[in-house]
């Protein structure tokens, strides 16, 4: 069974910078495709980005394209997002996912595996 934890959450203000990581265990890191998904109350879970198996292809929600970077390092069992330019509008729970499926779309029902989440609030 595969265990993700996310790490790096915080309190920033507009403008600045945050990097989540997420760390997996228990499975073959490298055979996934990974995501990041964020979510705020009363919402449903938002897609934010995700990365192929080898961390050649990866695809943004138009929200965060040129602010958000998506990267992983299957040494380390870690998939990372690159926070830039934050918003307010960004303030929200961030979990990372795994998917061990062939085609992965933006639907979070396309993942297989979910990290506790990680809270990240940006001040205006």
């Known amino acids: 069974q595969v265990q993700l934890v996310e790490s790096g959450g915080g309190l920033m203000q507009a403008g600045g910078s945050l990097r989540l990581s997420c760390r997996a265990s228990g499975g073959t890191f490298s055979r996934y495709v990974m995501g990041w998904f964020r979510q705020t109350p009363g919402k449903e879970r938002e897609f934010v980005a995700r990365?192929?198996?080898?961390?050649?292809?990866?695809y943004y929600a138009d929200s965060v394209k040129g602010r958000f970077t998506i990267s992983r390092d299957n040494a380390q069992n870690t998939v990372y997002l690159q926070m830039y330019s934050l918003k307010p509008e960004d303030t929200a729970v961030y979990y990372c996912?795994?998917?061990?499926?062939?085609?992965?779309?933006?639907?979070?029902?396309?993942?297989?595996?979910w990290g506790q989440g990680a809270q990240v609030t940006v001040s205006s």
């Open positions: 996912a795994g998917s061990s499926r062939v085609v992965v779309s933006t639907a979070h029902r396309d993942y297989d595996y």
């Open positions: 990365i192929s198996w080898n961390g050649v292809m990866t």
